[in-house]
């Protein structure tokens, strides 16, 4: 014979919040040349996350319509339905436990999130990464970079009124300027481990 016991209300209610307490929903976000995907990529193998990237979607839309990063960006300007798909696939990927979220808005729109991660690096430091990245010439990228940046500005400050040098929602700010990455990883590795031991 079985016996099943209902669990009271109260006690259903605690095993739930022991559950969200326990849940590990890391944003990171980050400036173009900054590190955020190395680094995101990098800490969810260390600590077994399930990784999401907008950017991902970004550029595949892009590429659909055989555009350059900067063409999309100042497209999708004057078209908010895309940069809402966007959010909506993200989202819906995003969704569940034991998630890091790559994005450039994941800070400020991903509320879920519990530990909210921003790198920073000088523009001229950055483009030199992304210049080195993809062998291209730097006055090239400078220029793009630059394009890109101010187009997202714009957008994300119209569409969702976030201002993106607005960094108090974020619980750490990394400056990747003087680390290699290697060397930005482990920060970051040392920083996410003690806030996943905190919490199980």
Same mark, same amino acid.
């Given at each position: 014979?079985?016996?099943?016991?209902?669990?009271?209300?109260?006690?259903?209610?605690?095993?739930? @919040?022991? *559950?969200?307490? /326990?849940? &590990?929903?890391?944003?990171? =976000?980050?400036? $173009?040349?900054?590190?955020?995907? +190395? !680094? %995101?990529?990098?800490?969810?193998?260390?600590?077994?996350?399930?990784?999401?990237?907008?950017?991902?979607?970004?550029?595949?839309?892009?590429?659909?319509?055989?555009?350059? @990063?900067? *063409?999309?960006? /100042?497209? &999708?300007?004057?078209?908010? =339905?895309?940069? $809402?798909?966007?959010?909506?696939? +993200? !989202? %819906?990927?995003?969704?569940?436990?034991n998630v890091l979220i790559d994005a450039r808005l994941a800070g400020w729109m991903a509320k879920q999130a519990n530990l909210?991660?921003?790198?920073?690096?000088?523009?001229?430091? /950055?483009?030199?990464?992304?210049?080195?990245?993809?062998?291209?010439?730097?006055?090239?990228?400078?220029?793009?970079?630059?394009?890109?940046?101010?187009?997202?500005?714009?957008?994300?400050?119209?569409?969702?009124?976030?201002?993106?040098?607005?960094?108090?929602?974020?619980?750490?700010?990394l400056n990747t300027e003087r680390f290699t990455a290697k060397e930005m990883v482990r920060i970051l590795e040392l920083a996410?481990?003690?806030?996943?031991?905190?919490?199980?």
């Amino acid at each position: 014979m079985v016996v099943i016991f209902a669990l009271p209300a109260r006690v259903r209610r605690s095993k739930k @919040l022991l *559950e969200r307490e /326990r849940m &590990v929903v890391v944003a990171i =976000s980050g400036l $173009h040349g900054a590190g955020k995907t +190395t !680094a %995101a990529r990098a800490l969810a193998r260390k600590f077994k996350l399930r990784y999401v990237c907008a950017g991902t979607v970004f550029r595949q839309l892009a590429k659909e319509r055989g555009m350059t @990063l900067d *063409e999309f960006s /100042r497209y &999708v300007e004057r078209r908010p =339905s895309i940069d $809402h798909q966007i959010d909506r696939l +993200t !989202a %819906a990927a995003a969704k569940g436990r034991n998630v890091l979220i790559d994005a450039r808005l994941a800070g400020w729109m991903a509320k879920q999130a519990n530990l909210k991660v921003l790198l920073t690096a000088p523009l001229e430091e /950055r483009v030199r990464r992304i210049a080195r990245r993809e062998r291209r010439k730097y006055k090239e990228v400078l220029n793009e970079t630059r394009k890109r940046e101010r187009s997202e500005a714009k957008r994300f400050k119209q569409f969702y009124s976030i201002d993106v040098n607005d960094h108090s929602p974020f619980d750490i700010v990394l400056n990747t300027e003087r680390f290699t990455a290697k060397e930005m990883v482990r920060i970051l590795e040392l920083a996410v481990g003690q806030f996943i031991r905190k919490r199980s």
